[in-house]
């Protein structure tokens, strides 16, 4: 998992800027359910990206994040990036960006 992570989010960006491409742009949804990470670290969680019935994308982590747990992937559709905050708790309706798979 860690592997596939690094990859996505520091491997490739860097051949996107060398193909000259333009930076993904994430997909803002809010949180379905609260979460917790370690205060002060950026996350990169797998989750669930879906729409509402008004067609407003929301998403939920998956209730796993154990690196060494691959499961998750096969049922996962996306990756949510938490920035780095002093909050080890982040509420749910929180928008944060998410990157399909």
Same mark, same amino acid.
């Given at each position: 998992? =860690?592997? /596939?992570?690094? %990859?996505?989010?520091?491997? #490739?960006?860097? &051949?996107?800027?060398?193909?000259?491409?333009?930076? +993904?742009?994430?997909?803002? /949804?809010?949180?379905?359910?609260? &979460?917790?990470?370690? *205060?002060?670290?950026?996350? %990169?969680?797998?989750?669930? &990206?879906?729409?509402?019935? +008004?067609?407003?994308?929301?998403? +939920? *982590?998956?209730?796993?994040?154990? *690196?060494?747990?691959?499961?998750?992937? &096969?049922?996962?559709?996306?990756?949510?990036?938490? #920035?780095?905050?002093? +909050? #080890?708790?982040?509420? =749910?309706?929180?928008?944060?960006?998410?990157?399909? %798979?």
């Amino acid at each position: 998992v =860690a592997t /596939a992570t690094g %990859f996505r989010f520091f491997v #490739d960006p860097l &051949l996107r800027f060398l193909e000259g491409q333009k930076p +993904e742009v994430p997909i803002v /949804a809010p949180l379905k359910t609260a &979460l917790k990470k370690a *205060a002060g670290a950026t996350c %990169f969680l797998k989750g669930n &990206l879906s729409l509402t019935s +008004e067609s407003q994308p929301t998403v +939920e *982590a998956h209730g796993n994040q154990k *690196a060494s747990i691959t499961r998750p992937l &096969l049922t996962a559709n996306s990756w949510i990036k938490i #920035d780095a905050s002093p +909050e #080890d708790e982040i509420p =749910a309706g929180t928008f944060v960006h998410v990157y399909p %798979f």
